[in-house]
């Protein structure tokens, strides 16, 4: 069992930044991939990004050059440093934690956080 829990999300000016939080706890080693992603009114819930074990990342093209993804291991913590945001930015953010191994497989989701692009 993981449980991850995501906080700093708010409203913010577009152009503005905001860093999003995304702690776990439990069985830190079953996790090999944690990711962000974003839902907005009317939408799909969309991969924002995404980041490895080993550090590899991976992002949507439409916040590439304006968001990072980063983590601190010794925390078992995940970041999003979100810039030069944007109105369409607007969504509620949810972390999420997978991996698998032989007969198991992980897939553990946080509440949200709610993230609001507007002047």
């Known amino acids: 069992q993981v449980r991850v829990v995501e906080s700093g999300g708010g409203l913010v000016q577009p152009g503005g930044s905001l860093r999003l939080s995304c702690a776990a706890s439990g069985v830190i080693f079953s996790i090999s991939v944690m990711g962000w992603y974003r839902q907005a009114p009317g939408k799909q819930r969309e991969l924002v990004a995404d980041?490895?074990?080993?550090?590899?990342?991976n992002y949507a093209d439409s916040v590439k050059g304006r968001f990072t993804i980063s983590r601190d291991n010794a925390k078992n913590t995940v970041f999003l440093q979100m810039n030069s945001l944007r109105p369409e930015d607007t969504a509620v953010y949810s972390c999420?934690?997978?991996?698998?191994?032989?007969?198991?497989?992980?897939?553990?989701w946080g509440q949200g956080t709610q993230v609001t692009v507007s002047s």
């Open positions: 999420n934690a997978r991996g698998a191994g032989p007969g198991w497989q992980l897939d553990s």
């Open positions: 980041i490895t074990r080993g550090g590899s990342t």
